[in-house]
């Protein structure tokens, strides 16, 4: 099975910033906990934006979101209370690192379907407002395999799966793609986490590749592999995004191909419906 688009097609060229009627929304997702998916997705959002794009960061875990303080951010108003109706989206959204918006999540709401269909036109109304100006919508989404957490996973133009070397967070990254299989052409990318060398990520990636394929036919590409790098941790430690903390350690390198490659794959992608289309039909069961 060939990898859709390598690492070394991103070229410089792929600078030049999508069209801003058309927010392109990157999902990153996982099986299990402990992985660094939320650190994946803050650090691909900044680095999205030092790269030109207008960007927001979209904190989807509603049962326990944590970007506002892996930012250093202190908002007490989150998507809890735009749910609530006790303030309104815009209200709530936080200038976080190298110009990102952030949008903070919740804790304890594990179904946006339960809220009134009237609440639901509203959240859709508002999100439509509040994103239409970006580049790109990057979405922390839950981990598992929740339905809501599927449904938001069937929005976006570009899912990308993290795991890492440990043998359980590969077998839930395995049985996450299972699981999205049930979505209309999903474009899916693995990327490794923590790996020890490119050469441990490489065989990694294989193995999940070979694996979904065989068994679910499902083709993902690889999108890279993060190395394990003691200056992550003391980045987070300090409440602050790595790729800005320490910008020349090697997983800083490799998130800045990742975003490359993910601008690349956002230009070159063609979305069967518009982004809030999806939302509204796949995700809000709106009438």
Request: charged share 15%.
């Amino acid at each position: 099975m060939v990898d859709r688009l390598s690492v070394a097609e991103a070229s410089p060229e792929c600078n030049a910033q999508v069209d801003a009627s058309n927010t392109r929304m990157i999902a990153v997702t996982s099986g299990k906990g402990g992985v660094g998916k939320s650190i994946i997705a803050l650090n691909l959002a900044v680095s999205l934006s030092r790269m030109g794009g207008r960007v927001c960061l979209l904190d989807a875990n509603l049962g326990l979101g944590n970007i506002d303080l892996l930012c250093g951010l202190n908002g007490y108003w989150n998507f809890s209370h735009v749910i609530t109706g006790a303030r309104a989206l815009k209200d709530i959204v936080i200038k976080g690192p190298e110009n990102v918006d952030v949008i903070p999540g919740a804790s304890g709401i594990t179904d946006v379907n339960n809220c009134t269909p009237a609440v639901q036109h509203s959240i859709i109304k508002q999100l439509q407002n509040q994103i239409q100006d970006y580049d790109f919508l990057v979405m922390d989404t839950a981990t598992g395999l929740h339905q809501t957490t599927r449904r938001l996973l069937s929005t976006a133009d570009l899912i990308l799966i993290v795991t890492t070397p440990e043998p359980t967070a590969i077998a839930e990254a395995y049985a996450t793609v299972k699981s999205l299989m049930q979505l209309e052409h999903p474009l899916i990318e693995a990327i490794v986490n923590q790996s020890q060398s490119a050469a441990q990520g490489q065989t990694i990636f294989k193995r999940l590749q070979q694996t979904a394929a065989s068994f679910v036919r499902a083709e993902i590409a690889a999108a890279g592999s993060v190395p394990h790098d003691p200056l992550v941790a003391h980045a987070v430690n300090e409440q602050t995004p790595f790729v800005t903390a320490h910008p020349d350690c090697p997983a800083a390198a490799a998130i800045s191909r990742l975003a490359q490659r993910v601008q690349h794959v956002a230009q070159h992608r063609s979305a069967h419906l518009p982004f809030f289309t999806r939302l509204k039909h796949n995700v809000l069961t709106i009438d």
